[in-house]
């Protein structure tokens, strides 16, 4: 039997926008322990490798941060506390429902487009 591949990816947004800028970011002083929060709570679950937490940059919906992102599901989670978090895990990583009340607005969080679909749109 080979290694067995992760269950989920939770992607964390770990873009700090520098002082002044009018673009918020993801991780503000009051936001910036999520990640280690979120890695620690997987671990104390002992779930973590089959749940890998991943950080990345800008996932491009800066106003509704701090954001997360659970792969396989597209799923986003948005304005990221750590009692969201704990939640987070146990019904949707564990029980298996998304935490609906959580999920970020369809209005910011569409149907995705095929690559072959956006090809057509551009022309090519
Ligand atoms: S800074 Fe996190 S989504 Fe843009």
Known sequence: MGIPQPSFYIFKCEQSSPPGMPK?????????????????????????????PIRTSCMNRCNAGPIILVEPGH?????????KIDRIITEHIIGGNVVEEYVID????????????????MGR
């Open 24 to 52: 918020p970011s993801c991780v503000t002083a009051q936001t910036q322990d999520l990640f280690q929060y979120l890695a620690q709570s997987l671990m104390k679950e002992g779930i973590m490798g089959t749940v890998q």
């Open 106 to 121: 369809s209005e910011l969080w569409d149907a995705p487009i095929t690559p072959a679909d956006m090809k057509k749109q």
């Open 75 to 83: 799923t986003m989670y948005v304005r990221l506390t750590k009692e």
